[in-house]
């Protein structure tokens, strides 16, 4: 494994290579901010450690294999000693922190803080709304440093109505994602850097969205399938559940009206339902709130009832290294990937991955799962 680290000022424009780095750790999640925490020996030339320099780590296989890994902005600083040696750490975020520090400052129901959209395609709007383009002269990135551009609409999410007026635009963005997947599509974003041509450059960043995988579908039916398990020796700490202690799956959407002229749809998971000869379980969903008489209102407010109230599979565990299974070369943060644990097989998605190197130069990587069904 090849890793170089290098610490460029906010624009992105090289200051040092780091290749007397003493440690360093850091971590990619899906839809949130990943951390990274740099440890630097007395050589360090403390002046450059300042606020949203950006922190590069390029990982390979070989000089030719070089991709940029992690990119993230300095947050903080600790100036310390260790046995009479001076040491120096930077600590900060991924650049999808630069949602984190804004907020929709628009006020209700104007149509930059209430929308009906495609969830992809309205996060987007967000962006674009509240950093970007549109956004007003004082809050506009797209000219900062190497820029900030926002994909084009792909329309791929869920369609979702949702107000968030003075909301922080990365939680929003989340529950927009949650939403999504509740009524039937998985949406996941981030904020990449864009490597300009010459590595004298600045760097640039693009809001991107993903549909059903952060990374490359790898699950069982796929051209390129991946497995992870105890019998691979790739998969280890692990715990399997299953909760049905909160199932609905029969649900009554109760629409406008009273008595007998009240409007109700009905929904059902029969596949649930069949697992047991004692387990129907009945809801009722309020939703007076869809207009007398929409039928396709009322059951599209039943599916989401049955989808927020399945029962609940907990699988957690630890995905790690192996010779014939190696991160960035055999598989990638996002990936789509089936997990097999305890008899049961199940798609699910590398959600996490958290890269650690100590003082002696030994690397660790782990990464977590989330189950997708």
Known sequence: MITEVYLDDPTGVRLEALDYITGFEYAKIKNAPGPVRLTLPARFDRSLARLDNIIEIWRGYDPGSLKLDYCGFVRGRVFGDSAGQKYTELYGYSPLDLLRRRIVANAAGSAEAEMTDYADDMIKAIVTDQ???????????????????????????????????????????????????????????????VVSSSVTGMLAFQFRTYTDYRGDDRTWDSDSPLYVGAEWGNFQNGMYGEDYSELKNYVYALGQGEGVVRDIEEAEDATSEGLS??????????????????????????????EEHKAVTSFDGEVVETPS??????????????????????????????????????ETITAKLEVLE
Not at 342 to 360: C, H, L, N, P, T
């Open 131 to 193: 950093l970007g383009a549109d956004a007003a002269a004082d809050r506009d990135l797209t000219s900062v440093g190497g820029g900030f551009t926002v994909q084009a609409d792909t329309s791929d999410g869920q369609s979702i109505t949702k107000g968030f007026a003075y909301k922080n635009v990365l939680e929003i963005c989340q529950e927009i994602c949650d939403a999504s997947a509740q009524a039937g599509t998985r949406v996941y974003f981030d904020v990449v850097p």
């Open 325 to 362: 299974f190696r991160y960035g070369k055999d598989w990638n943060f996002g990936d789509g990937i089936t997990i097999a644990y305890a008899g049961v097989q199940k798609e699910a998605m590398i959600a996490k991955v958290k890269v650690r190197r100590d003082s002696d130069g030994q």
């Open 277 to 306: 000869i004692w387990n129907r379980c009945e809801g009722g969903k309020d939703a007076r709130h869809i207009e007398f008489g929409d039928t396709d209102g009322l059951t599209a407010e039943a599916y989401t009832y049955l």
